[in-house]
């Protein structure tokens, strides 16, 4: 009997303390929502944060896109000719870019920058009783400094992941014209043809969601970080890899529900 | 100014199994100076984030000028909050932020407001601590431990709180440095109403700064009485911490 309680304990205890995560990250939010929206507001840094955020950002993201869509483009050709489909090389670019590669890759790579920055940050503050002061010193830290990087975060992914849309595009454009013998004028248009604003907008919609989980993983993270320096690294790699996860699993979804029937 | 009260009945905190605040009771008068000393590790400082509502409690009664502070609303508890000041124990200065808007961060909220007024305020508070009108230009990874904790003290006094907390306010000073924010501390009490609660190892920093002196230890107040009464407490364990001496227990 005893070794079959121990049998099932295990993953009980495990499935209970995932739930009480998800709890906390619920609650979580739900105060950092209220707090993004319940004066007053700190423009200033929003401003700071999106610039952090974006800007400081877009090297990378740019570097991913036009790598990814030159290499996706070279792959689409080599495929495509095994059933002579090498002229569907500029509409399957562009849709695979937009749909899935420009967001998801643009999401990832501001999660590992952005996310892992932010729990450091954070998690700083916490085990140096800056946070505590912050509540000493007549202000929240939820609107001070959780607010800012959630409404930044989420403003700036989408400007983000149309850039990177379009470097995408663009190292596919340039894989094609210049080594893979397509037209010019003919690539473009064949782009433009295939290119629907379902596919656009549904990128938008999913930077949207995964500058709202990037933000929340960092700060979560950050926020709950204890035990000193060791504390704030685990916080860094918890913030990091959740938010992987999370960007994963949230643009299946948004897959499956826009383009699932 | 007028200081407020502090009163807390049958407070308890535990982390886990370990309990920290064993039915807590201790009441801090308006205007009153009240050092809490006892051994590290003793739950002095959470006790204070308890008051602060930093940190729940786990059972009992916090009261602040005779708001229960578990009863109180949304709006109350920041009422609450905004006249009370805390220096703590490491500082906690603001990184990014040059020193003069650490100081007037309670001023501000953290807003870059009314900069001219703001940095003439903070280097009015620094020269109260002691510290010259160049430093409310550098960032606080440019001063030493020491100066770091002035300023902390600087930036807990700016809002001129009702109640202030001040979590080892000399350690890492020299005597001379230390004497200065004792008396700084004893004139905020003493000239201007403020409750103080204060937290320090330092017996001489306590004998200055008291009115009244609370030992914790296991949870709980050991002893309490007047600064007065401290070197014959009568009791053996605040003698022998008084004093800085170990029991043959202790030695090894």
Known sequence: MNALVAFFAHPGRATLAALASIGRVALFTLRALGAAVRPPYYFGRLLEQMLIIGWFSLPVVGLTAVFTGAALAQQIFVGGSRFNAESTVPAVTVIAIVRELGPVLGGLMVAGRVSSAMAAELGTMRVTEQIDALTTLRTDPFQYLIAPRLVAAVLVLPLLVLVSNALGVMGGFLIGTQRLGFNVTSYLATTRQYLEWDDVSSSLVKAAVFGFIIAMMGCYHGFRSMGGAAGVGRSTTNAVVSAFVLILLANLIITVLVFGT | ?252
């Open chain 2, 1 to 252: 100014m007028r200081g407020g009260s502090i009163e807390l009945v049958g407070v308890r905190k535990t982390f886990g199994p370990k309990v920290v605040l064993d039915h807590i009771d201790l009441k801090v008068e308006p205007g009153e100076s009240l050092v809490v000393i006892g051994g590290s590790g003793t739950g002095k400082s959470v006790m204070l984030k308890c008051v602060l509502g930093i940190l729940p409690i786990d059972g009992g009664t916090i009261r602040l000028d005779g708001v229960d502070l578990a009863g109180a609303s949304r709006a109350e508890r920041t009422e609450l909050r905004n006249r009370i000041g805390m220096l703590f124990q490491g500082g906690a200065l603001f990184d990014s932020l040059p020193v003069w808007r650490n100081i007037t961060f309670a001023l501000t909220r953290g807003r870059a407001t009314n900069a001219k007024a703001m940095h003439a305020k903070a280097v009015d508070l620094l020269a109260k601590v002691g510290l010259d009108a160049p430093v409310a230009d550098l960032k606080p990874s440019e001063l030493s431990g020491g100066m770091q904790k002035r300023v902390a003290l600087a930036r807990a006094i700016a809002a001129e709180p009702e109640i202030i907390f001040f979590d080892e306010p000399t350690t890492g000073l020299d005597p001379i440095r230390a004497d200065t924010i004792n008396r700084l501390i004893r004139s905020l009490v003493t000239d201007l109403g403020v409750t103080a609660v204060t937290i320090t190892h330092d017996m001489a920093s306590a004998r200055r700064i008291a009115d009244r002196v609370a030992m914790l230890k296991d949870g709980r107040i050991h002893w309490e009485g007047k600064v007065a009464d401290l070197e014959n407490s009568g009791n053996d364990y605040v003698d022998r911490f008084v004093h800085g001496r170990a029991d043959d227990g202790e030695t090894g």
